[in-house]
């Protein structure tokens, strides 16, 4: 086979199953691994996908964004990792606030028995806040079909009233350059004003948002230091130190 002929079936596989394994792609090609890894690297290299821990994923589209149903899913030890590790972060007499989202919402198991706050934009947070006995203020705004996320004017002048000792942010993408990022200028607004309301801020980002960038710009890589996991290329975590710090978990 041709490594155009393969590259093609790589990108056509990639488009049926939006996230391949390196194995995969070795049995539907019949290629060794060294080569395919070759292909991968010249393919995102052309922008044509992203690599990922074990294999390769479809660039999202910048105003793309996936449903709470379909985050879900995905990656749930890493994301229990990440968030067992941001939990242990937060102390007696804490006030903080939790970011709408999958990564984000692992936390709140680990907060049990804490004597904390909680100010929260997620609809998907809010029941497991109170279930867990924990203090939890609400934003207002309207409620986003997608990511169950309060958004809007009303979110942005309640969370306007608060202040935060630490805040713990989702994000869509995370990229040396574009810093974070989201699909919805509203939810990147609430995400922002988090941050500059937070005595220290916490992104919450899981292997696959490496080198990602969505529509709307939450912030600089400097304005937070990152919670990821070990899933994550150590080539990269040692790019990304170079702008903030990172704490790397392991998920296994």
């Not at 105003?63 to 937060?90: D, M, N, R, W």
């Not at 497991?128 to 409620?143: F, H």
């Not at 009303?154 to 869509?172: E, R």
């Amino acid at each position: 086979m041709l490594t155009y002929e393969r590259q093609q079936l790589i990108l056509s596989l990639l488009e049926e199953k939006k996230i391949v394994k390196l194995q995969e792609l070795v049995d539907a090609t019949g290629a060794s691994e060294s080569t395919i890894r070759r292909d991968l690297t010249e393919l995102e290299e052309q922008k044509l996908l992203k690599r990922v821990h074990g294999g390769a994923s479809l660039i999202s589209k910048k105003f793309e964004e996936p449903t709470i149903e379909e985050k879900q899913s995905k990656y749930k030890a890493e994301k229990s990792a990440i968030g067992k590790y941001a939990a242990s972060l937060v102390n007696n007499g804490d006030c903080i606030f939790i970011d709408a989202g999958t990564t984000t919402r692992a936390m709140v198991e680990y907060l049990q028995d804490k004597e904390i706050v909680v100010v929260t934009n997620g609809l998907n947070i809010i029941t497991e806040l109170i279930a867990n006995n924990i203090r939890t203020y609400v934003t207002g705004g309207y409620v986003k079909e997608g990511t169950h996320a309060f958004v809007g004017r009303g979110a942005v002048d309640s969370l306007q009233t608060f202040q935060f000792d630490k805040a713990f942010v989702g994000t869509n993408g995370v990229d040396s350059e574009s810093g974070y990022t989201t699909p919805d200028p509203e939810e990147a607004q609430i995400k922002e004003l988090a941050i500059r309301k937070a005595n220290e801020t916490f992104v919450l980002a899981d292997h696959s948002k490496f080198g990602d960038t969505s529509f709307a710009k939450i912030a600089d890589l400097s304005a937070a230091i990152i919670i990821t996991s070990k899933l994550t290329d150590l080539q990269t975590i040692k790019q990304y130190k170079k702008k903030t710090d990172i704490k790397v978990v392991d998920s296994e």
